[in-house]
């Protein structure tokens, strides 16, 4: 079975598809993490109160955006610098990244949930360990949740804007 966006990487130029698998992988990841948004969405929106056994649901859906914040905003940090190395200009790029510095530089301080998720750490965790990991998520606002993804995404779509001028 072939899938167009597939075929569009397969049918370009060497030179080309590097750029264009980007453009797919980005937007993949993009709406992976936005219905990781929604579903976070459906627990927090209601106006309700919530039971501890609902907060820590949030904070397991929460720990999962976080911790893919985490590794989007490494792995764009990464294709950033191929983009460098190749002597691509990024000038877009550069603008974007230093206007949202802050915000990209918060979702760093999220690393140890980042490995708590990812390796399933929580169950082998100690208790002082845990205790500590599950306070720092908690303390997350909704509003760096949102402020770190908006400036994930107004980067990934400058370096998306610049893969797609060499497609």
């Keep these: 079975m072939s899938n167009v966006e597939v075929q569009w990487i397969e049918d370009g130029t060497p030179a080309q598809k590097p750029f264009r698998a980007f453009v797919i992988g980005w937007q993949n990841s993009r709406y992976a993490i936005n219905r990781q948004i929604e579903s976070y969405n459906a627990l927090t929106l209601p106006a309700k ?4 056994h609902e907060e820590m649901q949030v904070a397991a859906v ?17 294709k950033y610098g191929h983009f460098r190395r190749d002597g691509i200009p990024t000038a877009s790029i550069d603008a974007m990244r230093k206007e949202r510095r802050a915000d990209l530089d918060r979702a760093e301080t999220w ?10 750490g929580d169950v082998v965790a ?35 804007q610049l893969a797609l001028e060499r497609t």
């Design 126 to 160: 100690t208790d002082t360990d845990l205790v500590v990991t599950y306070k720092s998520i908690l303390q997350i606002t909704d509003t760096e949740v949102n402020s770190v993804w908006l400036a994930l995404v107004a980067v990934g779509e400058a370096m998306k």
């Design 62 to 78: 929460r720990r999962h955006i976080v911790s893919s914040m985490v590794e989007l905003r490494e792995k764009l940090d990464q």
């Design 111 to 120: 690393r140890d949930i980042r490995n708590l998720t990812f390796h399933f």
């Design 49 to 52: 109160k919530r039971t501890d």
